[in-house]
């Protein structure tokens, strides 16, 4: 069974830090997706990683994927307060099976 | 495209009464997942059907649940009869050609009481 960890799984972080949000699976993936979510909202898709040491940038945030590791990050520079929300990593097996696992989340909340 | 509709948005009921969610994809999708999240489980797949056909519903948590795909714009998620422990948000996720995202609906906020 695919198993999708990610740590932490709650970060209060002041305005203008940086973080990483790590992401591991536990089976041979080479697809991994980040959503964001925000309260009592849908899940937005932020990145789509598929291979090996895909890096992907959108604004304050970058993504990338370590397949031989089995670790993703997603790694906020500069936080603003609207970075505020959950973030979801997600791995499917590929190959046709599109069955998509979830990770925990990590809920983030940015501090003024 | 208006992406996902789900519908209901919200759903409040009395236990034992039956419950139908309902879900139109992304115009072109050939997947169609069914996802349910809980704060004690956080986001679970409980079924996904590819050009209309179920293809794993392994996470379908008993026989009191059932979906269906009967054409490519339209799928339902029936819970029958309901119970309090089923109270959660109901998402339908769409995706087109492989190697892309899924497209989350808004969600449907199932209580049962």
């Known amino acids: 069974e695919l198993k999708v960890e990610q740590n932490p799984l709650f970060l209060s972080m002041q305005e203008g830090k940086n973080y990483t949000i790590y992401c591991n699976y536990s089976?041979?993936?080479?697809?991994l997706y980040w959503y964001r979510q925000d309260p009592g909202k849908s899940l937005e898709s932020l990145f789509v990683l598929l291979s090996n040491g895909a890096v992907k940038q959108e604004g304050r945030l970058m993504a990338s994927l370590d397949t031989k590791a089995r670790l993703s990050t997603l790694h906020i520079t500069a936080a603003v307060h609207d970075l505020s929300a959950t973030y979801f990593c997600?791995?499917?097996?590929?190959?046709?099976?599109?069955?998509?696992?979830f990770g925990t989340g990590t809920r983030l909340t940015i501090i003024p | 495209d208006a992406g996902v509709i789900q519908s209901p948005r919200h759903e409040v009921t009395e236990m034992g009464q039956e419950v139908t969610l309902r879900c139109k994809p992304i115009?072109?999708?050939?997947?169609l997942f069914w996802y349910r999240q809980t704060m004690m489980r956080g986001l679970e797949l409980l079924i996904y059907?590819?050009?209309?056909?179920?293809?794993?519903d392994s996470g379908m948590p008993e026989d009191r649940f059932s979906a269906k795909m009967p054409n490519a714009s339209f799928s339902t998620l029936k819970i029958q009869p309901s119970e309090p422990r089923d109270s959660a948000v109901y998402f339908c996720a769409s995706e087109g050609a492989q190697n892309t995202e899924a497209f989350f609906g808004q969600g449907t906020r199932l209580t049962v009481v």
């Open positions: 059907f590819n050009n209309n056909v179920p293809i794993d």
């Open positions: 115009s072109g999708h050939d997947y």
């Open positions: 997600a791995v499917d097996k590929g190959f046709g099976n599109e069955k998509l696992t």
């Open positions: 089976t041979t993936s080479d697809r």
